[in-house]
């Protein structure tokens, strides 16, 4: 199972994503980068939520890859999979808006994390994933639900 997070510059309608991760909990596979904003020319917002997830404007300018290059790259890892997240409207916002910025698409699916678990009926799993403290940065999240996962449901 793929599982994917995303922080953002705030929870506006103009926010835009900052950090994306994600991790095979199986493999163990993940990936992690920052955007530079300044890549995508309509991306200003001006709630900005550093103070939630410690990340600044200077780092995402030092640190950050572009949007372009941040698509290519889920594209061509995550090319026909579906990955799932625990926030999906908020994610799938954050990814459209990343796509928006380059023209391109996404070459895999998006879709819910819980739904997709409920298959499984381990709603104590749910609940768990549900109240669990997360760092809000991208892959401590992911990587923390994975593991949550795999202890409960190793064979997903």
Same mark, same amino acid.
């Given at each position: ?6 922080? =953002? ?47 600044? %404007? ?28 625990? =926030? ?14 380059? %023209? ?8 819910? %994390? ?24 991208? %892959? ?5 639900? =994975? ?10």
């Amino acid at each position: 199972m793929l599982i994917m997070d995303f922080e =953002a510059s705030s929870l506006s309608r103009q926010s835009f994503p900052i950090e994306i991760a994600w991790i095979d909990t199986q493999s163990g596979q993940r990936d992690s980068f920052l955007i530079d904003p300044r890549s995508a020319s309509h991306w200003h917002d001006l709630q900005w939520a550093g103070h939630i997830h410690g990340i600044s %404007l200077e780092m995402l300018h030092q640190q950050g890859i572009g949007v372009l290059q941040a698509a290519q790259r889920l594209n061509q890892a995550l090319q026909g999979r579906q990955v799932f997240s625990d =926030a999906s409207d908020w994610d799938g916002h954050w990814l459209h808006r990343l796509y928006d910025a380059t %023209l391109l698409h996404p070459s895999f699916e998006l879709k819910d %994390l819980y739904s997709h678990l409920a298959q499984y009926r381990d709603y104590d799993l749910i609940e768990q994933l549900q109240r669990q403290s997360r760092p809000h940065r991208a %892959l401590d999240d992911v990587a923390m639900m =994975a593991e949550l996962i795999n202890k409960r449901l190793p064979q997903v």
